[in-house]
Nanobody, 115 residues
Framework: QVQLVESGGGLVQAGGSLRLSCAASRTIFSTNVMGWYRQAPGKQRELVAAIISGGSTNYGDSVKGRFTISRDNAKNAVYLQMNSLKPEDTAVYYC?????????WGQGTQVTVSS
C-alpha cells in the first residue's frame, strides 16, 4: 500500500482560499488516479476532484470553477487549490490514490469556512 499525508487545512472566512497538499510515501509507476474527497457531518463522503497520472481532471459539480486540482509526479504529490470558499465547503478532506492493487486514503484534514 501507499501512505498518504495531507496538510493545509484550517479555518478561513467565506470568500477566502486554502491550499491542500497530499504526499505519497512512494512512487506509483502504473497509471493512477489521485483525488480529494470530503465528508461533512451527517453526510456521505463525496468526490471533490480527481486527476489521473496523465493530467486529465474531474470535479464535483459544487466546486467547479472554484477549486483546482494539480499534481507533481516527481514529488508523488497532489494539491487542491480552493478559492471562493463557502461555509458549505466545511468538511474533513481526504486524499486518495487508486491504481492496480492500490486504494489508499489519508487521515483527513479539517477545513472550516466561517460565514
Amino acid at each position: 500500500q501507499v501512505q498518504l499525508v495531507e496538510s493545509g487545512g484550517g479555518l478561513v472566512q467565506a470568500g477566502g482560499s486554502l491550499r491542500l497538499s497530499c504526499a505519497a510515501s512512494r512512487t506509483i509507476f502504473s497509471t493512477n488516479v489521485m483525488g480529494w474527497y470530503r465528508q461533512a457531518p451527517g453526510k456521505q463522503r463525496e468526490l471533490v476532484a480527481a486527476i489521473i497520472s496523465g493530467g486529465s481532471t474531474n470535479y464535483g459539480d459544487s466546486v467547479k470553477g472554484r477549486f483546482t486540482i494539480s499534481r507533481d509526479n516527481a514529488k508523488n504529490a497532489v494539491y487542491l487549490q480552493m478559492n471562493s470558499l463557502k461555509p458549505e465547503d466545511t468538511a474533513v478532506y481526504y486524499c486518495n490514490v487508486r491504481a492496480a492493487g492500490i486504494d489508499s486514503w489519508g487521515q483527513g484534514t479539517q477545513v472550516t469556512v466561517s460565514s
